[in-house]
């Protein structure tokens, strides 16, 4: 799978959309990026939507597997949600939100499908983590758990997408944070709250 040929033009594909925009590059820009001609990039796909629409598919399959490695590195619930925070604040900076606008205006199939992936992988993500939290003692037991995980999905995404923030990440990075922590209050035990406090101590002073 490694040496699929398909991967490298995907991968490649990729950088190209987030350097120039999904709309501006051409097959002619793909084909001319990796030396190949045109009649070998149309083997592959059958025009720039398809391309499109395999080069997310790769990208998300590659960073929701990253998301969900790195997320469960962490024993402790708290801490998970801080890994998070930071994988998060990182796909801010590395692909901002214009590919998601030019998605949706430009490949809105494409688009729908990623909406819906990217929902059921963070519920998912969330559930377990609040599952994980309440069986340490670190949330609440009486948790409405699949409320609270939709209601933290919703807080994450309308953060990650309201057009209105603007382009630089750190206003953005800024709210999720401030959000996370207005989620940890909620849903945190006395217990909790005390590794909330330990662990900003801890952060502030390294």
Known sequence: MENDPRNTILTRSIG???KFGLRAVTMDDVSKELSMSKK???TFFSNKTDLVDQAIKH???IKSKQFLEQASIHENAIDELFEVQRIQEDV?????????????KYHPETYDWMISARR???????????????SQKLYRED???????LIRYNTMVGIMEDPEIGE???????????????HIRAIATAQGIAYLQEFQQSNHHS
């Open 16 to 18: 190209l959309f987030q």
């Open 40 to 42: 070998t990039l149309y």
């Open 59 to 61: 990208l998300f399959s």
């Open 92 to 104: 801010l900076k590395n692909y901002g939100t214009r590919i998601m606008y030019a998605m949706k």
């Open 120 to 134: 059921n992988m963070m519920i998912e993500a969330t559930t377990s983590n609040l599952q994980r939290g309440v």
């Open 143 to 149: 948790l409405n758990i699949p409320q609270a995980a």
């Open 168 to 182: 630089d990440p750190a206003p953005r990075g800024a709210l999720l944070h401030y959000s996370l922590l207005m």
